[in-house]
Nanobody, 125 residues
């Protein structure tokens, strides 16, 4: 499975961006998907994720109420709507896929087996 993230850019604090991640390849629709981010000098951290069924959605505390994860009906495109952006949201954002039926590590990188190349988000103050 290949993942292609897009939608990053430069935005002022308080602004919005929508990230997209297209999954392609064999059985691309059979995965739960998530978003992680990594700021310079920091470890990769969880942002949000949605299980394959859509029944499990989670957000990092730092983005709750501001970010919304969603996907299209084919289960191959996942979105991250980011509102009220803050300078501390600046990072490279990665989408990732986890196997359908995978249990545990929903908000940890080790729970995901495929990763996109990342899209950069810069929020200016």
């Amino acid at each position: 499975v290949q993942l292609q993230a897009s939608g990053g850019g430069l935005v002022q604090a308080g602004g919005s961006l929508r990230l997209s991640c297209q999954a392609s390849g064999r059985a691309a629709s059979n995965y739960g998907m998530g978003w992680f981010r990594q700021a310079p000098g920091k470890e990769r951290e969880f942002v949000s994720a949605m299980s394959w069924s859509g029944g499990n959605i989670d957000y990092a505390d730092s983005v709750k109420g501001r970010f919304t994860i969603s996907r299209d009906n084919t289960r191959t495109i996942i979105y991250l709507q980011m509102n009220s952006l803050k300078p501390e949201d600046t990072a490279v954002y990665y989408c990732a896929a986890r196997q359908r039926g995978r249990v545990g590590d929903f908000n940890h990188p080790r729970g995901y087996i495929y990763w996109g190349q990342g899209t950069e988000v810069t929020v200016s103050s």
